[in-house]
């Protein structure tokens, strides 16, 4: 049985699912945390348990200090390490600036950024003690770009770039990386409302990306990419060349 432990909120579905599945198959024991479908939650699990590795679904809510630090230091004490962390969860509150309600401005910086805070905060003294990790940041190409109807995403996502570049300084002393992903448009919950035959006609690669492209370059940055830090890797088939 593996010794490492990758850790991925946001979970039970989507970006989140593909990312433990593939670090299942790389032989971490995943945890993995949701919120809304305990079902869903277990069922993954029962597929992460299908490589051989170990598995657990957490319920909390990452925007609430108080559960995730509660739910971290139980996640901590059982498993004892933690190599990967992907900050993956996240919401959109869409809405033109002028409409936009301070709740969807609250949610979305509480779940997307202050989330990376209380989660990584027990993680990274775990990470330091081992003195090894990797730390795998969930932003956006609106996070690097900005877009119309997203100022309270694009900010949030914006913030975790900003958090990602900071940490990596203070943490690469320590051997823990901390990268950061801007996935464009991704097959997902989150888009399946989108028109996307005209989002797909500014894609160079003329197609939606798919959870397993996110999946694999964690997997790579976790494995492979030793050298790797404080960088933003976009992955959106060219759509911001
Ligand atoms: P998704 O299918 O909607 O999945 C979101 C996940 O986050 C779900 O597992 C959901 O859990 C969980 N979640 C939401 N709020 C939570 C909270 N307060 N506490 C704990 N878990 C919570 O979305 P996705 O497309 O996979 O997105 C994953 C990440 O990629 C997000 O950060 C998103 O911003 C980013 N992203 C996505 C795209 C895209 O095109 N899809 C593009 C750029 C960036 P429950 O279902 O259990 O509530």
Redo the contacts with the bound molecule.
């Keep these: 049985m593996s010794d490492k432990v990758a850790f991925i ?9 593909a990312c433990a599945l593939e670090l299942a198959k790389a032989g971490y024991n995943v945890v993995i ?5 305990e079902k ?2 277990q069922d993954t699990v029962k597929e992460i348990e299908a490589f051989g590795v170990q598995s657990g679904a957490y319920h ?4 609430n200090k108080e559960e995730t630090a509660a739910s971290m230091a139980k996640i901590i004490e059982k498993y004892g390490r933690i190599d990967v962390l992907v900050n ?5 509150r869409d809405g033109l600036f002028i409409r936009m309600t301070e709740e969807n401005w609250d949610s979305v910086i509480d ?2 950024l202050s ?1 990376a805070f209380y989660v990584s905060n027990p993680v990274v003294k775990v990470m330091i003690k081992q003195r090894s990790g990797v730390i795998i940041n ?5 996070g690097v770009y900005g877009n119309a109807g997203q100022a309270n ?1 694009s900010a949030s ?1 914006a913030g975790l770039i900003g958090f990602t570049k900071s940490l990596a300084k203070e943490l690469g002393s320590r051997g823990i990386r901390v990268n950061a992903i ?10 399946k409302n989108l028109d996307t035959s005209k989002i797909v006609e500014f894609i160079p690669l003329k197609k939606m ?1 798919e ?1 397993e492209d996110i999946a694999k370059t964690i997997r790579f940055l976790a494995e492979e990419g030793t050298y790797i830090t404080g960088q933003v890797i976009g992955i959106d088939g060219g759509l911001v060349i």
């Design positions: 909120t946001g979970a039970s579905r989507g970006i989140g699912k945390n949701y919120l809304g479908d869903l939650a909390f809510d990452v925007s993956n969860a996240g919401i959109t779940i997307n989330s969930m932003a956006s190409i609106a995403y996502k801007a996935p464009g448009f991704i097959n997902t919950e989150m888009t990306g959870a």
